[in-house]
């Protein structure tokens, strides 16, 4: 798999930016400079600073080891064994726990109006979007079978871990309608694999 980099346009990352300055640091610290609350003024002017930093480097960076997601916020690293599909501008995966979890694609944006507005950013988006659908289906979802079939090569933790990835991978199907659901068949074979070491020990 060729890696994959997704980043908004320079307007989009710019526009992004400036509304966290102001949104975050420079009006809430104007307010509490005004309340006589200086140093929480400009601690608020600092937050602001560096979340407008974050919100110009959004993106996503998709290679054979996992999805980098870099947001306004915080950034975070998904294992590509344990994401499961994408709906939208969110990535869906199973974490530790064995639970199905979301992150914001930031760098995709949102188009936040009520009405269909055209425009580069908008059509960038979605081709982007798009791309990294594709990305995801190619290097995920088309590779479901075959994981299926290697289950009884791994040892009893990676086997674990491949059974709690898929019954993740189900809910998401079934929380969205997936048309063509996949998932189930590496729960049977983890099931099926499961049950021969099991009896194989007894």
């Known amino acids: 798999m060729e890696p994959l980099l997704i980043r908004r ?10 509304a966290a300055l102001v949104g975050v ?6 307010l509490v400079v005004a309340a006589g609350g200086g140093v929480a ?8 600073v560096a979340t407008a930093v974050r919100a110009e480097r959004a993106m996503v960076h998709a ?3 996992g999805i980098l997601v870099r947001g306004s916020l915080r ?32 760098a995709l944006g949102r188009n936040t109006s009520r009405w269909a507005v055209y425009s ?29 079939r290697l289950l009884d090569t791994l040892d009893d933790a990676a086997l674990a871990r491949e059974a709690r990835v898929a019954a993740a991978g189900e809910r998401w199907e079934r929380k969205y309608g997936v048309a063509r659901p996949r998932w189930h068949f590496v729960s049977a074979a983890a099931e ?11």
């Open 25 to 30: 640091g420079l009006l809430p610290g104007a």
């Open 120 to 148: 580069y950013s908008n059509r960038l988006s979605l081709l982007q979007r798009i791309e990294l659908e594709r990305w995801i289906e190619e290097a995920v979802t088309s590779r479901i079978k075959r994981r299926a």
């Open 75 to 106: 950034s975070r690293r998904i294992a590509l064994a344990d994401v499961v599909g994408m709906r939208a501008e969110r990535l869906y995966f199973c974490d530790r726990r064995g639970r199905l979890r979301s992150c914001w694609l930031s």
């Open 192 to 202: 099926r694999v499961t049950g021969a070491r099991a009896a194989a020990g007894s």
């Open 63 to 65: 290679d054979q080891d």
């Open 9 to 18: 346009d320079a307007p989009s990352r710019y526009g992004a930016a400036g």
């Open 41 to 48: 003024g400009v601690l608020l002017l600092g937050a602001g």
